[in-house]
Protein backbone atom coordinates (compact mmCIF):
# COMPACT_ATOMS: atom_id res chain seq x y z
CA UNK A 1 0.00 0.00 0.00
CA UNK A 2 2.72 2.47 0.69
CA UNK A 3 4.68 1.68 -2.36
CA UNK A 4 1.56 2.84 -4.12
CA UNK A 5 1.09 5.66 -2.27
CA UNK A 6 4.52 7.06 -2.57
CA UNK A 7 4.14 6.36 -6.57
CA UNK A 8 0.89 8.48 -6.69
CA UNK A 9 2.50 11.15 -4.93
CA UNK A 10 5.69 11.14 -7.12
CA UNK A 11 3.83 10.88 -10.21
CA UNK A 12 1.50 14.01 -9.29
CA UNK A 13 4.69 16.07 -7.93
CA UNK A 14 6.27 15.20 -11.10
CA UNK A 15 3.29 16.37 -13.22
CA UNK A 16 3.13 19.48 -11.38
CA UNK A 17 6.66 20.30 -12.01
CA UNK A 18 6.03 20.15 -15.93
CA UNK A 19 2.91 22.15 -15.83
CA UNK A 20 5.02 24.76 -13.89
CA UNK A 21 7.65 24.73 -15.98
CA UNK A 22 5.40 24.88 -19.07
CA UNK A 23 3.33 27.62 -17.11
CA UNK A 24 6.89 29.47 -16.81
CA UNK A 25 8.21 29.32 -20.41
CA UNK A 26 4.79 30.09 -22.02
CA UNK A 27 4.86 33.67 -19.47
CA UNK A 28 8.43 33.85 -20.76
CA UNK A 29 7.37 33.57 -24.25
CA UNK A 30 4.76 35.71 -24.09
CA UNK A 31 6.42 38.56 -22.37
CA UNK A 32 9.27 37.98 -24.98
CA UNK A 33 6.48 38.89 -27.95
CA UNK A 34 4.83 41.72 -25.96
CA UNK A 35 8.32 43.17 -25.67
CA UNK A 36 9.42 42.05 -29.14
CA UNK A 37 6.39 43.72 -30.61
CA UNK A 38 6.62 47.06 -28.07
CA UNK A 39 10.04 47.96 -29.52
CA UNK A 40 8.59 47.50 -32.69
CA UNK A 41 5.62 49.71 -32.33
CA UNK A 42 8.18 52.29 -31.66
CA UNK A 43 10.79 51.61 -34.16
CA UNK A 44 8.03 51.12 -37.43
CA UNK A 45 7.10 54.84 -37.14
CA UNK A 46 9.80 56.73 -36.79
CA UNK A 47 12.54 57.82 -39.62
CA UNK A 48 15.88 58.18 -37.32
CA UNK A 49 15.62 55.25 -35.10
CA UNK A 50 18.57 56.26 -33.33
CA UNK A 51 17.22 57.63 -30.48
CA UNK A 52 17.56 57.14 -26.36
CA UNK A 53 13.92 56.24 -25.96
CA UNK A 54 14.43 53.30 -28.33
CA UNK A 55 17.39 52.20 -27.28
CA UNK A 56 16.18 52.16 -24.08
CA UNK A 57 13.66 49.84 -24.74
CA UNK A 58 16.07 47.71 -27.03
CA UNK A 59 17.84 47.49 -23.41
CA UNK A 60 15.08 46.51 -21.47
CA UNK A 61 14.37 43.81 -24.31
CA UNK A 62 18.30 42.64 -23.72
CA UNK A 63 18.17 42.35 -20.10
CA UNK A 64 14.73 40.56 -19.79
CA UNK A 65 16.21 38.28 -22.04
CA UNK A 66 19.32 37.90 -20.30
CA UNK A 67 17.51 37.19 -17.30
CA UNK A 68 15.47 34.54 -18.48
CA UNK A 69 17.18 33.34 -20.56
CA UNK A 70 19.28 31.58 -17.88
CA UNK A 71 16.41 29.93 -16.30
CA UNK A 72 14.92 28.60 -19.93
CA UNK A 73 18.55 26.75 -20.75
CA UNK A 74 17.20 24.27 -18.28
CA UNK A 75 14.35 23.46 -20.14
CA UNK A 76 14.80 23.99 -23.69
CA UNK A 77 17.87 23.76 -25.53
CA UNK A 78 20.83 26.58 -25.47
CA UNK A 79 21.91 26.49 -28.92
CA UNK A 80 18.41 27.23 -30.10
CA UNK A 81 17.81 30.16 -27.06
CA UNK A 82 21.38 31.94 -28.21
CA UNK A 83 19.66 32.26 -31.52
CA UNK A 84 16.86 34.78 -29.75
CA UNK A 85 19.77 36.36 -27.89
CA UNK A 86 21.89 37.08 -31.06
CA UNK A 87 18.72 38.97 -32.97
CA UNK A 88 18.51 41.39 -30.02
CA UNK A 89 22.16 41.74 -30.81
CA UNK A 90 22.26 42.55 -34.22
CA UNK A 91 19.00 44.63 -33.38
CA UNK A 92 20.54 47.21 -30.77
CA UNK A 93 23.48 47.35 -33.44
CA UNK A 94 21.10 48.33 -36.15
CA UNK A 95 19.63 51.20 -33.76
CA UNK A 96 23.04 52.21 -33.01
CA UNK A 97 23.42 52.35 -36.32
CA UNK A 98 20.42 54.09 -37.51
CA UNK A 99 19.52 51.58 -40.02
CA UNK A 100 15.99 51.28 -40.09
CA UNK A 101 15.44 48.28 -42.70
CA UNK A 102 17.81 45.91 -41.38
CA UNK A 103 16.12 46.64 -37.75
CA UNK A 104 12.61 45.84 -38.98
CA UNK A 105 13.99 42.77 -40.41
CA UNK A 106 15.85 41.30 -37.61
CA UNK A 107 12.63 42.74 -35.65
CA UNK A 108 10.15 40.27 -37.96
CA UNK A 109 13.21 37.24 -37.24
CA UNK A 110 13.33 37.91 -33.97
CA UNK A 111 9.51 37.42 -33.50
CA UNK A 112 9.42 34.20 -35.51
CA UNK A 113 12.05 32.62 -33.06
CA UNK A 114 9.56 33.68 -30.19
CA UNK A 115 6.76 32.25 -31.72
CA UNK A 116 8.17 29.20 -32.98
CA UNK A 117 9.46 28.47 -29.62
CA UNK A 118 5.77 28.88 -27.95
CA UNK A 119 4.31 26.28 -30.66
CA UNK A 120 7.15 24.12 -29.76
CA UNK A 121 7.07 23.99 -26.25
CA UNK A 122 2.99 24.08 -25.62
CA UNK A 123 1.95 21.82 -22.82
CA UNK A 124 0.43 18.88 -24.64
CA UNK A 125 0.64 15.10 -23.45
CA UNK A 126 4.29 14.44 -24.91
CA UNK A 127 5.68 17.10 -22.70
CA UNK A 128 3.76 15.65 -19.53
CA UNK A 129 4.96 12.20 -19.65
Known amino acids: ?9 T ?3 LFAIVIGE ?8 NLLIEKISNLD ?3 YPTESIQNAEILSVCNNLD ?3 T ?24 VKIYIEQNDKDNCE ?7 FYAESYKH ?6 QNLL
Open 63 to 65: EFW
Open 41 to 43: AYV
Open 11 to 13: TIL
Open 105 to 111: YELETLK
Open 1 to 9: MKKVLWATI
Open 22 to 29: QIFVDNTL
Open 120 to 125: VVEINI
Open 67 to 90: ERERILCLFINHNELSKVGEQIKK
